[in-house]
């Protein structure tokens, strides 16, 4: 079997996907796949790119899933010690996500809970795994992740009326008496901030709905008439809380994702790692996603789904800090050599995926990918070229061409567009 095959991924259309043409979702699934036609009332939101399911990823040429192919020969597709690590199936599922309306705050378990809420709650947990995610910007992009510094937090609670009555000012005053800044992770202090955080937010999360929507009005018009006292805390966060207002009016996630969550702001290029038990959502954006293959969800806000309060309480970390510390460093790849511009490592601290970006700027230049202990798949984002196992006869690559590649080949980019831009994930045991 051919080492290096096209496949054609399937799209999940979700409600707070790009509608039409404007989703890179679309544009991709409908370059790849010429039976996609693209309806400009339909939200394309997810490309999936794996072994998952639910949404099969096809190989072009047998048309048969990659799963079923992966399956048959899974030493060969996937290295004996990624089988003996994972099982045969790929331990990831890759993505692309276009964002026009918030996703759900929410968080993920770690295996060790993964496996307790699936045991308990298999209709709401429906595997015992858990769901690293890295996110990474193709186009501009903003979401919430990790708690607020504690101090800008001290000065919300105190600052904004809403959240100071839904709090109670007893709490609010235990919080910002008792919390400890500069302090050394896994300090006494450091705990100590985060039972008080873990109090704050519980007792958010346990108001009574009709109370929240009530405040959730008024702090809405506060942030119209009196934009100033917000743009002390934040200058983007009047428009913000008046943007998901409008799309979830009155929701807790104004609280809990407005209020309380750093907002994220990434370029193209940027990356941003979601550990397990830590608060996210996405605002808004195209991105590149890579996570574990899990359904693990406990939702916060921005969601008419299933939430999860005691758990999602009980379950976070409660880790704080400046946002700059959620975005993930750029690293070298040496097994990447050639002409590409950029050709870089995102590796998150976890062994089920990493990713590698590789942009060749001009027609003509030639990027060699040294062989993998491990499978991949690759997708282009930008331009078109080939791409081809060294010594083969390459294959044509357009915007929107996804291809799985097998452990243990060198592969070779070649650009026959300006901005010529690929992303490949893959683990290795």
């Not at 955080?197 to 119209?224: P, W, Y």
């Not at 929701?251 to 209020?259: A, N, P, S, V």
């Not at 959620?326 to 590796?347: E, H, N, T």
């Amino acid at each position: 079997m051919s080492k290096l095959f096209r496949i054609n991924c399937g799209y999940q259309t979700y409600d707070w996907g790009k509608h039409g043409n404007s989703s890179a979702v679309a544009q991709f699934a409908s370059a790849s796949d010429k039976s996609v036609t693209i309806d400009d009332n339909t939200p394309y939101a997810e490309l999936w790119m794996g072994t998952h399911p639910s949404v099969p990823s096809i190989a072009v040429d047998s048309n048969k899933t990659l799963r079923d192919l992966i399956t048959s020969e899974p030493h060969d597709l996937l290295h004996a010690d990624v089988v003996a690590k994972f099982g045969k199936e790929l331990p990831f599922l890759f993505k692309v996500l276009s964002i026009e309306k918030v996703l759900s705050i929410q968080a993920h378990p770690d295996k060790t809970l993964a496996k307790q809420l699936h045991a308990s709650d298999p209709k709401n947990y429906p595997d015992d795994n858990h769901k690293p995610e890295m996110a990474i910007a193709v186009t501009d992009f903003e979401g919430f992740c990790g708690f607020k510094p504690l101090d800008t937090l001290a000065t919300t609670l105190q600052t904004i009326p809403e959240l100071n009555e839904v709090i109670g000012q007893d709490l609010v005053e235990e919080f910002s008496k008792g919390i400890k800044l500069n302090v050394e992770e896994g300090s006494a202090d450091d705990l100590n901030n985060r039972k008080l955080l873990q109090k704050v937010f519980g007792k958010l999360m346990n108001t009574d709905e009709k109370i929240i929507a009530e405040k959730g009005e008024s702090l809405v018009k506060r942030a119209e008439t009196d934009p100033e006292l917000f743009k002390k805390i934040d200058p983007r966060l009047p428009e913000l809380i008046q943007t998901l207002h409008n799309q979830f009016p009155s929701d807790i996630g104004l609280f809990c994702g407005c209020l309380l969550l750093n907002h994220v702001q990434l370029n193209s290029g940027e990356a941003m790692f979601l550990q397990a038990k830590d608060p996210h959502a996405y605002i808004s954006g195209d991105i590149i996603e890579c996570m574990a293959a899990s359904d693990n969800v406990v939702r916060a806000g921005f969601t008419p789904k299933f939430k999860d309060v005691d758990n999602l309480v009980s379950m976070l970390t409660y880790s704080y800090g400046d946002v700059e510390k959620q975005k993930m460093p750029k690293q070298p790849f040496p097994r990447s050599s050639g002409d590409a511009i950029k050709s870089v490592l995102y590796d998150p601290p976890i062994s089920e995926f990493s990713v590698l970006q590789t942009e060749l700027a001009k027609p003509g230049d030639k990027q060699t990918h040294k062989g993998l202990n491990g499978p991949s798949i690759i997708i282009a984002t930008k331009g078109n070229g080939t791409i081809g196992i060294v010594g083969e006869t390459p294959q044509k690559v357009e915007t929107g061409y996804v291809y799985f590649i097998a452990p243990g080949v060198d592969v070779v980019l070649s650009a026959e567009s300006e901005d010529f831009t690929t992303y490949r994930a893959f683990v290795e045991a």
